[in-house]
């Protein structure tokens, strides 16, 4: 069975960094974009953060390369997701998710596996 398990959630405040991992299951993912998406209540999924395979990184906006910090490794198909300064804006459940191959596509049709989300709130 393949899949990803996200992990490294919880309430933080204001200012704190956090590290969230994915470790991913049951097929390799060393080719496969790996990505992070958030949604928080009442809102879409939206798009975090890319890694290719080869470790070219693509952020939503500028401000997000400032605070997060996407990486991989790719032996044990895990991802991995940084977040600095973090402000209560950043509450919601993050998602990892991998394609089948290589995609540069930010929405959420164009990735395959998806884990089940951990919580991040932080509090002010």
């Known amino acids: 069975q393949v899949q990803l398990a996200e992990s490294g959630g919880g309430l933080v405040q204001a200012g704190d960094s956090l590290d969230l991992s994915c470790a991913g299951s049951?097929?390799?993912?060393?080719?496969?974009?790996m990505a992070w998406f958030r949604q928080a209540p009442g809102k879409e999924r939206e798009f975090v953060a890319l890694?290719?395979?080869?470790?070219?990184?693509?952020y939503s906006t500028d401000s997000a390369r400032g605070r997060f910090t996407i990486s991989r490794n790719n032996a044990q198909s895990a991802a991995y997701l940084q977040i600095d300064n973090l402000t209560p804006e950043d509450t919601a459940v993050y998602y990892c998710?991998?394609?089948?191959?290589?995609?540069?596509?930010?929405?959420?049709?164009?990735?395959?596996?998806w884990g089940r989300g951990t919580q991040v709130t932080v509090s002010s």
């Open positions: 049951g097929r390799s993912f060393s080719r496969s974009t």
């Open positions: 998710a991998a394609s089948d191959g290589t995609t540069w596509n930010q929405r959420t049709e164009f990735y395959h596996y």
């Open positions: 890694i290719s395979w080869w470790g070219t990184t693509t």
